[in-house]
Nanobody, 123 residues
Framework: VQLQASGGGLVQAGGSLRLSCAAS????????RAWFRQAPGKEREFVAA????????YYTNSVKGRFTISRDNARNTVYLQMDSLKPEDTAVYYC?????????????????WGQGTLVTVSS
């Protein structure tokens, strides 16, 4: 499975971005999907996850009400809609896939990772 993240860029505080993560190599419609991020000098942290069906979603507290994770299984793609962005959201955002899970914040559960896309929020 190869994951390709895209959609990052430079945005002003209060603005929005939509990240996409397309999977190739095999269908991942039955995989849990997630987004993590890593700011300079910090460890990679969980942002959001979604179950294979899309029914269940999970968010870290700092993005609840601002970010929305969704998926299109026909396109093998997961999205992260980011609204009301803050400078502290600046990071490289990574998408991940978990073949056996239902959506978790544990980084160790994800077998497949994309290359990351940079999001920079200016104040």
């Amino acid at each position: 499975v190869q994951l390709q993240a895209s959609g990052g860029g430079l945005v002003q505080a209060g603005g929005s971005l939509r990240l996409s993560c397309a999977a190739s190599g095999r269908t991942v419609s039955n995989y849990a999907r997630a987004w993590f991020r890593q700011a300079p000098g910090k460890e990679r942290e969980f942002v959001a996850a979604i179950s294979w069906s899309g029914v269940s979603t999970y968010y870290t507290n700092s993005v609840k009400g601002r970010f929305t994770i969704s998926r299109d299984n026909a396109r093998n793609t997961v999205y992260l809609q980011m609204d009301s962005l803050k400078p502290e959201d600046t990071a490289v955002y990574y998408c991940a896939a978990d073949k056996y899970g239902s959506g978790t914040s544990s980084i160790r559960e994800y077998e497949y990772w994309g290359q990351g896309t940079l999001v920079t929020v200016s104040s």
